[in-house]
């Protein structure tokens, strides 16, 4: 059983390494505690940040209106948040609506960035239908959307509902910067029926307003279709507007006294609104003309099936009497007519300041069916003379679909874009705060795992080496083991018989007392022999030993046949928890003790005392021989070799001491180990 154990131990000292490993690897991929999937795991961020910046390539830039403008609607300023204020644009009759934008009116920030001013933190946008009077919820906005900060407009995709207009309430208004007071402002308010803007024009009623003095601030401002920004596609190709003089001399015209331009749109075609694009003006800053320039200050739209416009009718006029009249997009509706000719005539045009001609200039002109442009590509004319025009080859630029940026996008798709921009850019740097974390969490993780693997690593090399040295330290234990055994065990029964040998020698004459003799030299050979089989593990010989106790008496009374002793046990129940090898160990080291009392002292007398405490054993043998011849009998002397290695072998210690009266003490101590240890 014991061999059992020691083969175990070999080979789990052998597969030391292997077990730490799998340990190791278990720790590190197999955590303690099942932990939930991340929803943003590095790849994904990765993707995400990745498909962020394609869409944002996309899309169209917030390039900013400046000069002068509408600013739009603002309501009367309060000292705190909670006040309530509401907007309702009214339609001319029911619509169906599925999309709502609002554009914030903007201020410079003193770090030169531009932010919405006056814009709701907490409000909701309800259909009304007054037709059936109804109200309807269409969206609701907290705090917790976190719909500012912001400079793009706020795009509010809804069921679709049919109604006559659309109220906006608030439930918490925010700053404006100039005086921290409390408004609700807008630039505009629009509201979708596929591409076009039902709100166009629109009646607004209101809780409260704040008109400017210089009229920048109107009510009907947040629905004239003026926005505080430039359309700028990031798409399609830059195009230069085209721009003239216009001639007051009625002989500069070819059919009549006024300019005019016609579209052909190639077939008739059912159109219900006009976008006019002012040119676009210097790039420069500051600008040397307002946002509106080349846009005619009066004008009217007429429509025809006929080339001549014999069969003309007109779709609508308009004219601009200040300056906050319009901007650099002029929006016109009107009701739906079936035309294929569209006729533009200047009945004034814009005036440059200084000169006494007037101009028009246009980037496009949009002949809208239900928000679409129908007039991409169709045959531009006027009836000015060819010589007087000034950019001759750019009157077809009126219907290429593109302006000075580039493509000219619906108004929904274009407002829509702006907000998506917005929502990209406002999700980009927390994308890339995470994935930067991510990085810095796979870089420690990184870092981690190397020094766990020079620890790892480290910890095999110490195991091949603690292996190395502990295989060395059990051959030499193993060594010093079979040389105690052989010296302890057969030395002391060589001993024994040849003091029988002399024994019997002196008896040799006397048959009665020399048949026991022989008897007991046959048998110290018998155990002699029994013992070298087993040299290399005592405990495997059957009938050596039989226990500390028993063993101690046979061996007296074996070796001490012939000299008084006496041996006292005391702690006999302890015993029984001593291991075997430890109680063989100790039988040998008493056994060297007594072949040394017999080799050396001379000794008439021997005592001997077993004491088995509960956690240590301690064995004294006492005898009234020469003892050790030194210069101080009072003072501890160095034990025999033989007694220095049994004690070191049962890891405890021997003291070695000459007895007063005469004769040497030795004392053994060492700790008991259980048998199950």
């Known amino acids: 059983m014991m061999a059992l154990l020691k083969t175990l131990m070999m080979g789990w000292i052998t597969s030391c390494p292997t077990i730490v490993l799998f340990f190791f690897i278990t720790a590190?991929?197999?955590?303690?505690?099942?932990?939930p999937p991340r929803p943003w795991t590095t790849t994904t961020l990765e993707k995400k940040l990745i498909a962020i910046d394609g869409e944002l390539q996309l899309l169209a830039h917030p390039r900013l209106l400046s000069g002068v403008g509408p600013i739009g609607y603002r309501s009367e300023a309060h000292d705190t948040a909670g006040h309530h204020e509401w907007v309702e644009v009214s339609f001319d009759d029911e619509k169906t609506i599925n999309e709502i934008i609002l554009v914030p009116s903007l201020y410079n920030t003193p770090d030169s960035t531009v932010q919405s001013d006056g814009f709701p933190e907490e409000f909701t946008i309800w259909a009304i239908n007054d037709a059936k009077g109804t109200k309807r919820l269409l969206a609701s906005f907290t705090t917790e959307d976190q719909v500012l900060p912001r400079k793009s407009p706020l795009s509010v995709p809804c069921?679709?509902?049919?109604?006559?207009?659309?109220?906006?309430?608030?439930?918490?208004?925010?700053?404006?910067?100039?005086?921290?007071?409390?408004?609700?402002?807008?630039?505009e308010l629009l509201v979708f029926c596929g591409q076009e803007n039902v709100a166009l024009n629109s009646t607004v009623s209101y809780s409260s307003s704040d008109n400017s003095p210089e009229g920048a601030r109107n009510p009907q401002f947040l629905v004239d279709g003026v926005v505080p920004y430039v359309m700028d596609a990031n798409t399609g190709t830059r195009s230069t507007a085209f721009y003239t003089n216009v001639p007051t001399d009625p002989t500069s015209y070819l059919d009549s006294d006024t300019c005019h331009i016609d579209i052909n749109l190639g077939q008739p075609t059912l159109i219900n609104g006009v976008g006019l694009h002012a040119t676009d003006v210097s790039d420069n800053v500051p600008q040397a003309h307002p946002n509106k320039f080349g846009l005619?200050?009066?004008l009217r739209i007429l429509g025809a099936?006929?080339?001549?416009f014999t069969d003309a009718q007109p779709l609508t006029e308009y004219r601009l009497q200040t300056e906050f009249d319009a901007g650099p997009i002029l929006g016109l509706q009107f009701p739906p007519v079936e035309c294929q000719f569209i006729r533009l005539i200047i009945l004034e045009p814009d005036q440059v300041l200084g000169d006494t001609l007037g101009c028009i200039g246009l980037a496009e002109i949009e002949c809208l069916s239900e928000g679409k442009n129908v007039a991409v590509s169709s045959e531009v004319t006027t009836n000015l003379k060819p010589e007087l025009i000034?950019?001759?080859d750019r009157l077809p630029a009126i219907t290429d679909g593109n302006n000075y940026y580039g493509a000219i996008l619906p108004t929904r798709v274009?407002?829509?874009?702006?907000?998506?921009?917005?929502?990209?850019?406002?999700?980009?740097?927390?994308?890339?705060?995470?994935?930067?974390?991510?990085?810095?969490g796979q870089r420690a993780t990184l870092e981690s795992l190397f020094w766990l693997s020079c620890l790892l690593a480290a910890i095999i090399v110490a195991i091949v080496f603690a292996q190395r040295f502990l295989k060395q330290r059990t051959i030499y234990r193993t060594r010093e083991q079979i040389a105690a055994d052989l010296h302890?065990?057969?030395?002391?029964?060589?001993?024994?018989?040849?003091?029988?040998?002399?024994?019997?020698?002196?008896k040799i004459h006397d048959p009665e007392q020399l048949s026991p003799l022989f008897q007991r030299i046959r048998d110290l050979a018998h155990r002699s022999g029994t013992a070298a089989k087993s040299c290399v593990n005592l405990l495997e010989s059957e009938g050596l030993y039989e226990g500390l106790e028993a063993d101690i008496k046979r061996i007296s009374e074996r070796l001490l046949n012939d000299i008084d002793y006496n041996v006292h046990i005391t702690g006999e129940e302890n015993l029984t928890s001593l291991d075997p090898k430890t109680q063989i160990g100790v039988a040998l080291f008493f056994k060297e003790c007594l072949a040394n009392v017999i080799r050396h002292s001379g000794a008439t007398h021997v005592s001997t005392h077993l004491e088995a405490k509960p956690r240590t054993i301690v064995l004294t043998v006492s005898d009234n021989g020469s003892g050790i011849q030194t210069e101080n009998n009072e003072t501890a002397k160095t034990s025999p070799t033989?007694?220095?290695?049994?004690?070191?072998?049962?890891?405890?210690?021997?003291v070695t001491t000459d007895v007063p009266e005469g004769g040497t003490r030795v004392t053994l101590r060492t700790k008991i180990r259980p048998h199950w240890f």
């Open 296 to 298: 005619p200050r009066r």
């Open 390 to 392: 000034a950019r001759r």
């Open 642 to 654: 033989s007694l220095l290695r049994r004690a070191r072998l049962l890891r405890g210690t021997v």
């Open 414 to 440: 274009w407002l829509r874009q702006l907000a998506r921009r917005h929502d990209l850019e406002t999700q980009r740097p927390i994308i890339r705060a995470a994935l930067t974390t991510a990085y810095q």
């Open 159 to 187: 069921k679709q509902a049919i109604a006559t207009g659309v109220r906006l309430e608030t439930t918490s208004l925010s700053q404006r910067a100039w005086d921290n007071r409390y408004v609700l402002q807008f630039s």
């Open 305 to 308: 099936n006929t080339v001549d």
């Open 28 to 35: 590190v991929a197999i955590p303690a505690e099942p932990t």
């Open 488 to 506: 302890d065990e057969l030395g002391a029964n060589l001993h024994a018989i040849s003091l029988c040998s002399d024994l019997a020698n002196t």
